[in-house]
């Protein structure tokens, strides 16, 4: 079983930032596509952003140019700095890494609560 550690969701004040941390074992980490996800009450889950191995990015178009993904692999950790938070970014965020060697896999992380108050 492949365990991602995550951590940094909390309560924050609208307009405010946080920084969410997951660990993966280190053969994980190297081969795979690292991304974040979220969930709220009612909703699907929704990508929020993906990092490859060589670094690079994807979006979802509702955080473009407030969240920022990156990865270090001296630390084996993905990270997801958020700036400028609003109400709608309330959600469960979850960890994923994903890849195809030696066989397609997924793996999630236990999800961290992010709290956005107006």
């Known amino acids: 079983q492949v365990e991602l550690v995550e951590s940094g969701g909390g309560l924050v004040q609208a307009g405010g930032s946080l920084r969410l941390s997951c660990a993966a074992p280190?053969?994980?980490?190297?081969?795979?596509?690292m991304g974040w996800y979220r969930q709220s009450p009612g909703k699907q889950r929704e990508l929020v952003a993906t990092?490859?191995?060589?670094?690079?990015?994807n979006y979802a178009d509702s955080v473009k140019g407030r969240v920022t993904i990156s990865r270090d692999s001296a630390k084996n950790t993905v990270y997801l700095q958020m700036n400028s938070l609003k109400s709608e970014d309330t959600a469960v965020y979850y960890c994923n890494a994903e890849g195809r060697w030696p066989t397609e896999y997924h793996y999630w992380g236990q999800g961290t609560q992010v709290t956005v108050s107006s």
């Open positions: 280190r053969s994980i980490f190297r081969l795979s596509v």
């Open positions: 990092i490859t191995n060589v670094g690079s990015t």
